[in-house]
Nanobody, 117 residues
Framework: QVQLVESGGGLVQPGGSLRLSCAASGNIFSIYNMGWYRQSPGKQRELVAAITSGGSTNYGDSVKGRFTISRDTPKNTVYLYLQMNSLKPEDTAAYYC?????????WGQGTQVTVSS
């Protein structure tokens, strides 16, 4: 099993930037794909961005050109990042990190992002 802990959320004004981080621990050597999803009240969880073990990326249509996903694997750990620029009020949501392994998908507890003036 992989444990995931997100950080970096908060309140930001429209047009601002935030960088989310996700630290993975546990059976990190079993991780292949990772990603960020978000969910706002009354809506389904949606894909924000994903990255494969080879570095290929995929983005949701609403964030293309504004968000960048990246992955860092220093010795014995894995970090996932989401750089969010030109934030809009509609980006307000809880953001969740996920990691895929042969056993299945693990999720973090989420971090709240609020975009408001």
């Amino acid at each position: 099993q992989v444990q995931l802990v997100e950080s970096g959320g908060g309140l930001v004004q429209p047009g601002g930037s935030l960088r989310l981080s996700c630290a993975a621990s546990g059976n990190i050597f079993s991780i292949y794909n990772m990603g960020w999803y978000r969910q706002s009240p009354g809506k389904q969880r949606e894909l924000v961005a994903a990255i494969t073990s080879g570095g290929s990326t995929n983005y949701g249509d609403s964030v293309k050109g504004r968000f960048t996903i990246s992955r860092d694997t220093p010795k014995n750990t894995v970090y996932l990042y989401l750089q969010m620029n030109s934030l809009k009020p509609e980006d307000t949501a809880a953001y969740y990190c996920n990691a895929d392994t042969l056993r299945g998908r693990d999720w973090g507890q989420g971090t709240q992002v609020t975009v408001s003036s």
